[in-house]
Each structure stands twice: as C-alpha cells, then as structure tokens.
C-alpha cells in the first residue's frame, strides 16, 4: 500500500521539477531576445521605428503641444515642438569671438600673486577694494602686461632641475632627467600623445565618490578647453573608502565617463583611489607643528625603530618624522571627507585642488609657477584675515605649511573646515604665508550673493547661484546693466551654427560608444565596447541616485531620421521658449580664473542660458568648428559632445 503514496510524490515532484524548467528556460528566453543586439534599440536614443522601421508605433504621437517622442534612454517621453527645439536651435544670435584671450601664457609666466591680492583687496587691514568685484575683474582682465612677468632665463621654471623638482614625475620620467626639453623642442599634445611640458608638470586634483554626474562631465571638459594640457594632469580621486573596486567601477561600468576613456589611456587623466593614510611623511628637519605637542623628552624606540616625539608623530631610525593616526581616529574621521583629502593630497603630491563644482576658464599654470604659492581664496566678502574658503587651494609639497595645517586639522579633532584652519594660522601667525585671493579670481559672484558688493556689478550681472542656468528669455534682469563693450553684431539665425557639432569631417564621428572608432582604455580596464553600451549610468552605485540618468545623446543618423519624419522641422523664432541670445563665454566674468557653481547639483542648465554657452564652446571646441579662448584648435582624442536633457528639447 506504501507503493502507491510513494509514486504519487515522485510523479508530483517530477512536474513540478519539469515545469520551474521550463518557466526557467521561458525567462532565460526573454532575457536573451531582450539583450540581442538585433533587436536593441540603437544608439543611445534609440528609436527603432525611425532607423529600420520596426518597432511600436506609440514612439511617436502628435499633440496639441508637439510631437511626443519616446526615448529608448530616458523614462520620461518628451515633448517636441518641431519648429524649436535642441535639434534646431540656433547656438547664439551674435557673432561670437572664441580667442578673445589672445595667444596663452609663455609657459614659463609667473603672476604676482602679491599684486593680484592687493589690488582687489587694498591694504591686509584696510580691505578697502574688498567688495568692488567689478573693479578686480577688470583689472584680471585687462591687466596681465602688469600682473604677468616672464623672468630672466635662470630664474624661469623651465631651467631648473628636474630631479629637485616639487612634483612627483614633473619631467614626465619620475624626475629622473637632468634638465626639461627645451621650450623649442616641446610637443603640444595631440591625438596620439600627450606631448612633452618645458618645465614642471603639475597636478590638478579633485575628489568624486560616487558614479560620474554632468558636474563631473563639466568640469573634465572646462579643464580640458583652458589648460596647458602637456605640462599639466587632472589626478581624478575615487572615495575607495567607501568603495573599495571605486576605480575599477569607473574604468570599467560608468557610462558617463567610458567618453574621457581615451584621456585616461594618453594621460591626461590620472584615475587614483583615495584611502584615507594613517600615516603621513613630514618634512625633515623642521618643526612641523610650530611647537605644538612636540616632547621635551622623546619616547624610547620601538621594536622597529621608531619613537615617539610628539603627539601622533612618530621619527623612524633614519630621521624621517610620520604624522600618525591612530586607529581610534581612523574610525572616527569627519563625515567632511573632502575638507581632509585636500590637504593631505596636496601636502604630499602638491600642485592645486580644485572642487568639482568649479568651471576653469583661464590657464591656472601662471598662478601655480611662483617659488611661494600657497594660496586659497577669501570666504565671500568676510573681512577677517582667516577666514578661507579651499574650493580651489595650492600648497607647496611637504613643506612646513602644508605640515603645520595638516597637524592643525588633527590636533583640532580632525576639523579641517578652511575657516577652522584659517583662524588658527592667523591667531599663530602664519596666515600670510598661506595667500588670500579675492573673490573675484575664482567666484566673481559670490560678493553679489551677500548682499556686500560695492561698486558696480559685475558683467554678467548674476545676483544668485541658479541664474547661470537660466536661459528662459526675460527671466534675468538687467544682466547686462554694467557692460561696456562695443556693440555684439547680430547675426542671420537662418544661417547659425546649430549645436550638432560632432563631426571633425565627414567621416571621422564624435558620437556614441557604438558609433564611435574603438576607444583606447587602460590595459587593466579592458571592456568589451558592448558591455560599455549596456552599463546604465547607476551601475557603478546601485545605491546611488544618478541625477542625470535621463539626459540622452543623439547620434547624426538618428537626427536625420527626426528630420525625415517631420519632427524637426525649419527653426522658427517665436516659436522658442529658450530663444538665442547675445550671451557669449568672452563676457562671462571676463579676466576670473574660474566660475564657481557652488552645489547646484539638482539644476540642469536651460538652453541659451550662460552654462548653456559654455558648453557649446566646449562642444563647437572638441569638434573641431571652434577654437578655445587661446585660439588653439583641438587635435586630441574623440571627445563626446554634451548629452540633452528631456525636459528641455
């Protein structure tokens, strides 16, 4: 009698095994149909029905707003108006002048530091030019034949040894040669290389956790368009703190950043991991501390030679003093992680440190060539000498400033808040070692901002954070209320470049990851271009939010698909909620170092709006069409232009 029970469960189990089989085999079906190249949309935007005719036919529908168009890309389906849009907009409505710089900087060209202080400053005590921002630019502006010094050959940058050199590889050999290829010998980067520098190479850092956003997009292209490229390295420092594979996840599984992949394999990009060190080299021979904790009487040496000579620094046998975290402290690090990683990269590596929500547009390489250049930049317009603002800082390399402010910030309870530190240089008086710029160097608007300007406003006149992103017509007021230039000559829109700038000749295309020539990535990164293509931009972070997981980027192809159908049609004017204006990049706070945008992470820049017109220099730049404000044409990688943003088009 047990038999039959006994049949019955293995016939039960038997079904039921044959059908998860079967269910399995139905989804693994799905999942392969779903991955098949020959049935994925192409291209980023991808639009099936309009490349190869397949595909549902809801993609497009005609409404009473426009044509509403499904993204293969973006979440969001977006309203087209034909006659106005991305597609056919007009880049600007006046002529524009790219090289408005003129020729860049000698290489080896100094500034005085000392006179850019104080003539937008006044006296250290008087502060008395402080707030009148308008006057500094001007004088940034206009004032380089004075500000500007090439020294006499022995003195210059060029002509010193290289193997003594502050940077690590400044001779693009590890300091190894014993002088820098002369200036008439130097090659310009290039799309095969990244050249040779006549002098120092200098690093740029900036600190990023996370998966690349637009900011980062932003600011790689800024650095790109304005710097001396072959004498110069933007380190890139990934939180490996938090994410151990932080590196790897962006070489490998960013999709924003696979188009800086080629900047990566020349050099011009250098993507590091940050862990926070536990121990830190000190400069030898020097009071590192002004004093502060150092024992009268060290401590004896331990098991491997090291002793105690003060508080959290230990000198090993050969001399060499390590400033010394202790586990305890390694736990309890600040949640403002950025406000250290500047400090010690910089103290260690030197060069300068820039926040990734500062837009460059001057060359930076004459403020960073002087013997003395440690600088930051004033907090708004608050006249006390230490209060700082590090968004953008430089330090000589393991010296005994950069020592004494990395003690500081430890012996503080790990605060390295810059008004933390700042107050305390100035209260042991050491803040006029440690320069203070104005504002107007690298934040022309902030002064503005507070309500503390003096003077006349600034040109443009921007009186809050969002306004560079605006580009609605109307929507600011009297921007222009301070300009005194000629006259911007209008132009014929009917025959105005249009943003589709993504061709250096009919062949050679600056587009997608599928369209694109095979892109050079790093030997260790290796991927195959299709697994590049199917990496959403929020793989490198399942738990983190990509704010621009919705912008999208058309290739030629698919644009001429849109015209053919109809959905882009001739521009019409009036038609145009974001018009072409007379903004251009050569009045944007003319004669500033930099543009600070200060963490308006959640804004995307409207059409025509001022960061609008800064990337479209960058695009018409990487393509080929324009020149940078050097005059210079780019002749480096392939470089993908900015992508759209839905709600925009």
């Known amino acids: 009698m047990a038999e039959g029970p006994r049949l019955r469960a293995f016939c039960t189990l038997l079904k039921n095994l044959i059908l998860a089989a ?265 009071d590192n501390t002004d004093g502060f904790g150092y024992y009268s009487t060290p401590g004896k040496p331990n098991a491997k030679g090291e002793k105690a000579v003060a508080e959290n620094i230990v000198e090993d046998r050969n001399g060499q003093q390590w400033l010394v975290l202790t586990p305890k402290q390694m736990t309890f690090l600040p949640v403002a992680v950025s406000d250290a990683v500047r400090f010690v990269v910089l103290h260690i590596h030197g060069g300068a440190y820039f926040d990734m929500d500062v837009l460059m547009l001057r060359d930076m390489r004459p403020l960073l060539l002087p013997k003395e250049h440690a600088f930051a930049e004033r907090w708004a317009a608050h006249p006390h000498p230490g209060d700082y603002n590090t968004a953008i800082m430089s330090l000589t390399a393991n010296s005994s400033l950069s020592s004494y402010l990395l003690y500081g910030g430890i012996r503080m309870g790990l605060n390295f808040h810059p008004r933390i530190l700042g107050r305390m240089a100035w209260k042991d008086g050491r803040d006029q070692e440690f320069l203070m710029l104005e504002t107007g160097a690298f934040d022309p608007i902030w002064t503005e901002f507070n309500w503390d300007r003096e003077g006349r406003c600034t040109v443009p006149c921007l009186r809050d954070y969002g306004a560079a992103f605006k580009g609605k017509q109307g929507a600011l007021k009297d921007e222009w209320e301070s300009y005194d230039g000629p006259q911007l000559e209008k132009i014929d829109l009917s025959q105005a470049q249009r943003k589709e700038l993504r061709v250096r000749d009919a062949t050679e295309h600056i587009a997608e990851i599928d369209t694109a020539a095979p892109m050079p990535v790093p030997r260790h990164a290796r991927r195959s271009r299709e697994e590049l293509e199917n990496v959403p931009a929020s793989a490198a972070s399942p738990t983190s939010k990509v704010e621009h997981a919705d912008s999208f980027q058309a290739t030629l192809d698919e644009e001429a698909e849109l015209r053919k159908a109809g959905v882009v049609a001739d521009y019409v004017l009036s038609e145009d909620k974001f018009p072409p204006n007379n903004r251009t990049l050569e009045n944007f706070f003319r004669g500033a170092w930099t543009y600070h945008i200060h963490n308006q992470w959640l804004k995307h820049p409207e059409p025509s709006s001022w960061i609008s017109v800064l990337e479209h220099a960058h695009d018409g730049f990487f393509a080929g069409a324009r020149t940078n404000i050097y005059g210079e044409k780019w002749i480096g990688p392939n470089v993908m232009p900015y992508n759209y943003w839905p709600e925009f088009v």
Not at 35 to 54: M, N, Q, R, Y
Not at 207 to 215: D, I, N, S, V
Request: aromatic share 10%.
């Open 22 to 286: 079967l269910l399995y085999a139905a989804i693994y079906a799905v999942i392969n149909l779903a991955s098949d190249p020959s049935v994925a949309a192409k291209g980023k935007i991808g639009i099936p029905a309009f490349l190869d005719k397949t595909g549902p036919a809801e993609l497009i529908k005609t409404t009473k707003a426009g044509v509403q168009v499904k993204f293969a890309s973006s979440s969001k389906t977006v309203n087209i108006n034909p006659q106005a849009n991305v597609f056919n907009r007009p880049v600007t409505a006046v002529e524009i002048k790219d090289d408005f710089m003129g020729p860049r900087p000698h290489v080896d060209t100094e500034a005085d530091l000392h006179m850019l202080i104080e003539e937008c400053r006044g006296t250290y005590a008087g502060i008395e030019k402080m707030r009148n921002v308008f006057d500094c630019l001007k004088f940034f502006a206009d004032g380089e034949d004075r500000y500007y010094n090439l020294p006499a050959v022995p003195a210059r940058a060029s002509s010193q040894d290289p193997r003594k050199a502050e940077y690590v590889n400044a001779d693009g050999h590890d300091n190894t040669l014993s002088s820098y290829v002369p200036v008439e010998k130097a090659v310009a980067a290039n799309g095969s290389e990244i050249g040779t520098c006549p002098g120092p190479i200098i690093p740029y850092h900036v600190y990023w956790t996370g998966p690349a956003t637009w900011r980062v997009e932003v600011f790689i292209k800024s650095y790109l368009y304005t710097q001396n490229l072959a004498c110069s390295r933007l380190w890139l420092w990934l939180d490996s703190d938090r994410n151990p594979k932080a590196v790897y996840d962006m070489l490998n599984k960013d999709a924003l950043f696979a188009r800086f992949l080629p900047l990566v394999e020349r050099g011009d990009i250098v993507v590091k991991a940050w862990k926070f060190p536990s121990r830190i080299p000190l400069p030898k021979d020097e």
